[in-house]
């Protein structure tokens, strides 16, 4: 009768588990988000999956599209242990048409991965406000092997997160910037190329702990330079410095490297062919 009952119970426990862990295959953007929510694999097996094609009205328990100046952008919220996992040899696509909204807002959310996907605005460049990933009060984010390019004013952004991690990820041909982090702390880039994003600030980091890369390459990377410009490839206030270790840093052309002296220290950090035109730190 004992065994019984200890089998039962762990029968139980793995039937729970299943539930709490199930798998859902999409292949196209209707698909994607019928399947959002918490405890669940989300594997794109599409080539594309194009948002703007989802009723701008379709709406559900865990996400909603929100208005921006030129279309709706996909806001997913109070969600938990969610994966989402491009399912094929190469990157899915994860595609929006609106320039001025973010590809997918993550809002108060915890324990989210994003894997092996190809994530930007198409077929116009985003412009003035339209990001890739934009995580609100959030933590425990995973990025994996994917990347995030313009179309796109900049890759990543983050307000009052704690504890990122992106891995083995291409953010390239941004408008505006790469990153800009606000209040966040922990965040970890390990073998990142950030190559081909321009015109301002690029890395931005603000009243933000705990920011590091790690065998990350930073590469022909450009800003404005004429007489009224003074933008930099790391613009860091009120943060602990950012550290860079086994990072390279190359044929980038910037006003300046670091905004202020002392917020980047570079342990094994090669600067070569670089461009600042106004020397290497502004103060």
């Given at each position: ?5 200890i ?7 793995i ?5 709490t862990?199930k ?49 709706h ?12 996992i ?5 990157p899915?696509?994860i ?15 915890d324990?989210i ?26 933590k ?11 179309s ?47 015109e ?25 330079t ?31 490297f ?20 106004k ?5």
């Amino acid at each position: 009768m004992k065994f019984l009952f200890i089998f039962s119970i762990m029968l139980l426990s793995i039937s729970i588990k299943a539930q709490t862990n199930k798998v859902i295959v999409v292949d196209n953007a209707n698909q994607f988000v019928d399947a959002i929510g918490s405890d669940r694999t989300i594997q794109l097996k599409g080539n594309t999956i194009y948002l703007s094609e989802v009723d701008e009205t379709k709406s559900g328990e865990k996400y909603i599209f929100e208005e921006e100046y030129d279309g709706h952008e996909l806001v997913i919220f109070d969600v938990t242990n969610l994966k989402i996992i491009g399912a094929t040899d190469n990157p899915v696509k994860i595609v929006t048409k609106p320039v001025y909204g973010d590809v997918i807002v993550f809002e108060n959310c915890d324990n989210i991965t994003i894997e092996n996907v190809d994530a930007g605005h198409g077929p116009e460049k985003g412009g003035c406000s339209g990001g890739v990933f934009n995580f609100i009060n959030s933590k425990n984010i995973t990025i994996n092997k994917s990347i995030l390019y313009g179309s796109g004013i900049e890759g990543i952004t983050a307000q009052n997160v704690t504890y990122l991690k992106c891995n083995n990820t291409i953010i390239r041909g941004c408008t505006y910037s790469i990153i800009t982090l606000n209040n966040c702390n922990n965040f970890e880039f390990n073998d990142c190329e950030f190559s081909d994003n321009e015109e301002f600030d690029l890395v931005n980091i603000h009243n933000s702990k705990t920011i590091k890369f790690y065998s990350c390459a930073f590469s022909n990377n450009r800003t404005g330079t004429d007489e009224y410009s003074d933008y930099s490839l790391f613009n860091v206030t009120n943060s602990t410095a950012v550290s860079l270790k086994d990072c390279k840093i190359e044929s980038n052309l910037t006003s300046y490297f670091c905004k202020k002296e002392n917020t980047v220290e570079m342990t094994n950090t090669k600067l070569e062919n670089n461009s600042f035109k106004k020397g290497k730190f502004k103060e």
